[in-house]
């Protein structure tokens, strides 16, 4: 790296003005947030079932009612499994929460940084670093909607450019970074995993039609392609084929509450409530940023200007013709304008709420703040004093986004209860899709039909394994109360029994028993094409590693 004591001056401030962003976390205190509390009782439901020796986590067994809800089979596993670790180490789980946002502030700083430092200069590359990090909609999933899945899936955005820029610059010989940071994408945020994977794909195939070596970076690309996603299948492979199952659909029915009007993104009042269409005091607040809108708009002009002196050079210029492109088409997705497309393509329905192209809209105005400060032509003195203006500004611009609503302090719900009412989803959406929705808890120990017929008792409730002691006089069904999802299995007095769940009402663990006393057990496992995907995972994993140390490390 060229001029190391720069750098290492640039990486500090970038450190320094990232502490000042999350300045706020660094107390010992809880906030309010939208979804910040599901998050933490999320995590300690991971961690419930991480003890379990439940690999890779699918279920949470207390929230929901203690139904059995299966909320980590289709939701950033990465999250909280990072999470996990933190906790781990010693860390409160609202600690861990808090570190999540601190870690995602200074991955997305240090890597938009780097990725910009081979486009354009040291200073222009720490601007870019600094409207990163310094926008609103950062400080909107940190402070309002506390969401760290979506934090760190918009961190990581730059440094997967990053490493497809890298590809190319080695000729396709290191693109084992590319599958690690890649995977780790995949897994932080499936909405902005949804959104983010066609801006590389497009940002690398423009490059590559500009390339010499197209045939074998191309060979490369693809192999990196196809290993991320064998190291993510044990995610995807589930995620799609048993959403069906689910109540998921639901989701994609709420997009048109969600298209924000130009209004709101140019300017609208900041906010702590949920968002409702248009502009009303409290709600959150979907606005791009003044500063960010006017470098972008500066771009725009200024391109515009080389365009009409036909000075654009594509193979030098299309590095900001690709980012003003993107961030104009994010802003359509966004805008009601768009809404016939999100009617008539379920792919966009997926991302459940248009303003969350936003995220792009931020990476494209980054990358157009840091490119002007490079590219425009102003004496050097002009240009620093310029740079030393515009970050004061940025400061002020976003003085108030940095704060919480309100400090509180957070009771974990299991302390109180053995079992948590709310499942932390919006609609509920990962219960069985047949299955009525539920407000009161259901009885513990499970139910019998004939219900005088007899007794039972669990005797043990883990996440993947629940035992009960049942005594009959008569043949009888047995209920436990969990939600069925594929893997669970039964057994009496050691051998195996079919669950009906089809014939229970509420879709649950279902089973016949005979008369006498009888123990009653049920498992949770994978079934073949999860555990299929599991091993594609774990092969691909040691493949990785293999080929890493083989080359000691030459091909990260």
């Not at 947030?33 to 207390?62: C, F, L, T």
């Not at 030393?388 to 940025?394: E, F, K, N, R």
């Not at 299995?489 to 029994?497: E, M």
């Amino acid at each position: 790296m060229s001029n190391p004591a720069k750098h290492g001056l640039f990486i500090f401030l970038i450190i320094i003005f990232s502490l000042l962003a999350c300045w706020k976390l660094f107390n010992s205190s809880f906030y309010t947030s939208h979804d910040g509390e599901g998050h933490v009782i999320r995590m300690i439901e991971y961690d419930e079932a991480w003890k379990d020796g439940q690999i890779p986590v699918r279920i949470a067994k207390r929230i929901n009612y203690g139904l059995g809800y299966p909320f980590f089979n289709f939701n950033y596993p990465f999250v909280y499994f990072l999470g996990e670790i933190f906790h781990l180490g010693g860390f409160s789980f609202v600690a861990s929460f808090k570190l999540l946002f601190i870690l995602s502030i200074f991955i997305g700083s240090v890597s938009m940084y780097v990725f910009m430092l081979s486009h354009v200069s040291m200073i222009a590359s720490f601007i870019s670093a600094l409207f990163y990090i310094f926008v609103p909609y950062r400080f909107l999933n940190m402070y309002v909607r506390g969401n760290p899945a979506e934090s760190l899936a918009l961190a990581l955005l730059p440094l997967l450019l990053f490493c497809t820029d890298r590809l190319f610059r080695t000729k396709g010989e290191k693109f084992g970074l590319l599958i690690v940071i890649g995977s780790l994408f995949m897994l932080s945020h499936n909405g902005t995993a949804l959104i983010g994977v066609p801006v590389i794909l497009l940002y690398f195939s423009i490059q590559l039609c500009f390339s010499s070596y197209r045939k074998h970076i191309l060979k490369k690309f693809v192999l990196a392609c196809i290993l991320i996603a064998c190291v993510t299948s044990f995610f995807w492979i589930p995620l799609i084929s048993e959403t069906g199952l689910t109540k998921l659909a639901e989701l994609s029915e709420d997009y048109p509450f969600f298209f924000p009007t130009i209004r709101e993104v140019l300017y609208s009042p900041w906010g702590f409530g949920a968002y409702k269409q248009g502009i009303m005091p409290g709600k959150m607040s979907p606005q791009i940023g003044l500063l960010h809108i006017g470098f972008f708009t500066v771009s725009v002009i200024y391109i515009s200007t080389l365009l009409i002196r036909k000075k654009i050079v594509l193979k030098k210029d299309w590095f900001i013709l690709f980012f003003i492109g993107i961030t104009f088409s994010a802003l359509f997705f966004m805008l009601p304008v768009s809404k016939f497309i999100w009617d008539n393509f379920s792919l966009f329905r997926m991302i459940q709420i248009p303003w969350r192209f936003l995220g792009i809209i931020v990476l494209g105005c980054s990358v157009s703040a840091g490119y002007i400060v490079s590219f425009i032509e102003v004496p050097r003195l002009c240009k620093i004093v310029g740079c030393i203006i515009g970050v004061s500004l940025l400061l002020y611009a976003n003085r108030n986004h940095i704060r919480v609503n309100m400090y509180t302090d957070f009771t974990n719900p299991f302390d109180r209860h053995p079992t948590y009412g709310f499942s932390t989803t919006s609609k509920d959406e990962h219960m069985p899709r047949l299955a009525p929705r539920i407000h009161e808890d259901p009885k513990s120990d499970g139910d019998l039909f004939p219900s005088e017929s007899g007794t039972s008792k669990r005797t043990v409730w883990k996440s993947n394994f629940q035992e009960f002691i049942i005594d009959t006089n008569t043949p009888l069904e047995f209920r436990a109360n969990v939600s069925y999802f594929p893997g669970w299995r039964a057994s009496l007095d050691g051998t195996s029994v079919p669950i009906l769940y089809s014939k229970d009402e509420y879709q649950r663990l279902r089973i016949t028993v005979p008369p006498g006393i009888h123990k009653a057990v049920f498992r949770f496992g994978e079934p073949w094409y999860r555990l299929f995907s599991d091993i594609v995972s774990v092969i691909a994993v040691v493949y990785i590693l293999g080929i890493m140390i083989q080359k000691k490390g030459k091909n990260l």
